[in-house]
Antibody, heavy 122, light 110 residues
């Protein structure tokens, strides 16, 4: 069975840094683009970042570009989100997700982790 | 990239049908037949219920159906059941090779 397990969420001060991890199992991890989606308290879903399985090409939402960095380690079936210069508006539950369509995001995200909470506050 | 537009809330009685709309632009929903829908119960992760506009993943009830016309996609839930009460989100692939979500619709089963 596909499983995605996030970790790393915490309380951090504005301007601080945090690294989230997502450990994957149950599928050929290196064949799939992997994605982070966040949800602020009481708000909707927001696509944050994705990383290709084939060539580790990355993409980011404008709201996090230049502050967040996505990466992956195919040998560990794990991908990461390094979050720097954190702001109060980054407070959210961060979900990792797997696409249905291998290295293509368009066919939707068919499996999601349980989420990890990041709180940015002084 | 602006969020897709969904109504904030819809409601229906058990057994009835409801439709949730999702409006995008020429850079996303209108340009591709890559629309997905997700169901989210409080405190839970989103669940994948529709992909490629009309297709249901294995195990999803056939009471859920999707469609698209121009820059608007729709999710229809027929034979409403109490357990359908949840938040629903649409998503589209974009011309920038990214994803964009709708703002979400809260479904209340009366």
């Amino acid at each position: 069975d596909v499983q995605l397990l996030e970790s790393g969420g915490d309380l951090v001060q504005p301007g601080g840094s945090l690294r989230l991890s997502c450990a994957a199992s149950g599928f050929t991890f290196s064949n799939f683009a992997m994605t982070w989606v966040r949800q602020a308290p009481g708000r909707g879903l927001e696509w944050v970042s994705s990383i290709s399985g084939r060539d580790a090409a990355t993409s980011y939402a404008d709201s996090v570009k230049g502050r967040f960095a996505i990466s992956r380690d195919n040998s560990k079936n794990t991908f990461y989100l390094q979050m720097d210069s954190l702001r109060a508006e980054d407070t959210a539950t961060y979900y990792c997700a797997k696409p249905k369509g291998n290295d293509f995001l368009g066919r939707g995200l068919d499996f999601w982790g349980q989420g990890t909470l990041v709180t940015v506050s002084s | 990239q602006s969020a897709l537009t969904q109504p904030a809330s819809v409601s229906g009685s058990p057994g009835q049908s409801i439709t949730i709309s999702c409006t995008g632009t020429s850079s996303d929903l209108a340009a591709y037949n890559y629309v997905s829908w997700y169901q989210q119960h409080p405190g839970k992760a989103p669940k994948f219920i529709i992909y490629d506009v009309t297709n249901r993943p294995s195990g999803v009830s056939d009471r859920f159906s999707g469609s698209k016309s121009g820059n608007t996609a729709s999710l229809t839930i027929s034979g409403l059941q109490p357990e359908d009460e949840a938040d629903y989100y649409c998503s589209s692939y974009t011309a920038y090779s990214t994803l964009v979500f709708g703002g979400g619709t809260k479904l209340t089963v009366l």
